[in-house]
């Protein structure tokens, strides 16, 4: 495993959103997290990422208990985050945006590789590596945040939503990145409204409701009957 939560609870100082979540992460998978609004699908991510209270439970990545470090220590170790609603700089420019993402480093060269690979990736991004954050559109703002992510060159990726409000176009598109950069060796937890589409790309999905997993299991769970009910608007 490359992630195993156990027994986690976790909130926001006496707010306790999770209780007893188990959720394990292999290094080559994408793993789904879907759920009602509200669920603690973010907070899973936040208390990962060192963002939360942490009243119980621990987190282990590639056996080491990480369950009381800070974010920048976290990326250290090869955990990016990118948080919902695509926080990107908006009066940085592309290129300056990508920079930021890079900061655990100072090794120029590495930081020039770094970003020619994320401009391979998202080619948009090239093009306009002169832009301010402001005037990209939702997608390529999108693709901004999960470039920045990849800077740091991380072994587990956290997406939070990130087809939130894209055209199902731009919301294949970004899926399909997703795919590509996990083949890359990267393993990749993601939180998604979009059901069908998440447990589609994921090798397994769990289900999150009132901050306890409800539900796990790998691609046939689109089968399950709750799922074809409450995700899939009965289809
Ligand atoms: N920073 C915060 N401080 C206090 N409560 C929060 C904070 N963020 C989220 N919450 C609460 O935690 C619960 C779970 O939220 P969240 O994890 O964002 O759910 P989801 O991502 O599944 O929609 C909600 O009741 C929400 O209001
Ligand atoms: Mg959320």
């Known amino acids: 495993m490359i992630l195993s939560i156990k027994d986690l609870a976790a909130g926001y100082g006496k707010?306790?959103?999770?209780?007893?979540?188990?959720?394990?992460?292999?290094?080559?998978?994408?793993?789904?997290?879907i759920g009602p609004n509200g669920a603690g699908k973010s907070t899973v991510l936040k208390s990962i990422f060192g963002?939360?209270?942490?009243?119980?439970?621990?987190?282990?990545?590639r056996d080491k208990?990480?369950?009381k470090l800070n974010t920048s220590e976290l990326v250290r170790l090869g955990i990016s985050y990118v948080p919902q609603g695509r926080q990107v700089f908006s009066s940085l420019t592309v290129k300056e945006n990508l920079e930021m993402g890079a900061f655990i480093t100072d090794d120029k060269v590495l930081i020039k590789k770094k970003m020619k690979d994320v401009?391979?990736?998202?080619?948009?991004?090239?093009?306009?590596?002169?832009?301010?954050?402001?005037?990209?559109?939702?997608?390529?703002?999108?693709?901004l945040?999960?470039?920045?992510?990849?800077?740091?060159?991380?072994?587990l990726l956290l997406l939070d939503e990130p087809s939130l409000g894209l055209s199902p176009k731009l919301t294949k598109e970004i899926?399909?990145?997703?795919?590509d950069i996990n083949k890359e060796r990267t393993a990749v937890l993601i939180v998604e409204q979009n059901a069908k589409q998440a447990i589609k790309i994921a090798h397994r999905t769990y289900v999150l409701e009132d901050g306890k997993v409800a539900l796990t299991g790998g691609k046939n769970i689109v089968n399950n009957p709750k799922i074809k009910s409450i995700y899939l608007g009965g289809r």
């Open 65 to 67: 208990n990480i369950t």
């Open 145 to 155: 945040a999960m470039g920045r992510a990849l800077m740091q060159d991380p072994q």
């Open 175 to 179: 899926f399909q990145k997703i795919i």
């Open 15 to 33: 707010f306790r959103v999770l209780e007893d979540v188990d959720i394990t992460i292999k290094p080559d998978e994408i793993v789904a997290l």
């Open 119 to 143: 401009f391979a990736k998202f080619p948009v991004l090239k093009e306009k590596t002169n832009q301010y954050g402001f005037a990209l559109s939702g997608g390529q703002q999108q693709m």
């Open 51 to 61: 963002l939360t209270t942490n009243y119980g439970g621990k987190i282990i990545y």
